[in-house]
């Protein structure tokens, strides 16, 4: 055992070294992949002191960052919905926009979705089952999200049930597409 333990230190002790003692390419030449890893890359994007860039226009004076937007009106209710087969979020099987006050988007049931999500203050995370519901044991899971905003709050909702039954027994019309 003491001996197979010398011998892996010594065999990494070895391949650190030979890592470090092999020099880069010079500038000109191709690396081991026969791709030169200095003269591929995009250099027009780079900054350079005669190329302006965003941040240093010609003028040579930084640009102020300005804020992307503005803060979203009050009244704003939409998401973005989506559903996946199995426990990762991505990718989505399906997808819809949902926007509330007035109803309107690419889900089926706008006007059912928007009132339990009304009911719950815009967070799908409090939407609760109802009491009689019985559902399969079945493990086919199904992850959800919904992305938005719901009267200038951010909300980001991620979960994954059970299966089908137990989803949609859960929230109602909201994942319902």
């Not at 939409?78 to 199995?86: N, P, R």
């Amino acid at each position: 055992m003491r001996r197979l333990f010398c011998l892996a230190a010594a065999g990494l002790f070895l391949l650190s070294g030979t890592a470090a003692a092999a020099p880069p390419p010079p500038p000109g030449e191709p690396g081991p992949s026969g791709v030169n890893p200095v003269s591929d890359w995009p250099v027009a994007s780079w900054p350079s002191p005669d190329r302006p860039s965003p941040d240093r226009p010609v003028s040579g004076k930084p640009v102020p960052i300005r804020p992307i937007a503005q803060k979203p009106p009050r009244g704003v209710k939409a998401f973005v919905l989506s559903i996946a087969q199995g426990e990762d979020p991505t990718p989505a099987t399906r997808a819809v926009v949902l926007v509330c006050d007035p109803p309107h988007g690419t889900h089926p049931a706008v006007g059912e979705a928007c009132e339990a999500l009304a009911g719950v203050g815009g967070d799908p995370g409090r939407l609760r089952p109802p009491p009689d519901q019985a559902c399969t044991m079945q493990y086919d899971p199904v992850t959800v999200t919904a992305t938005g905003l719901w009267n200038g709050r951010f909300i980001r909702y991620e979960r994954t049930f059970g299966n089908a039954c137990s989803l949609h027994g859960t929230t109602g019309a909201v994942f319902s597409f």
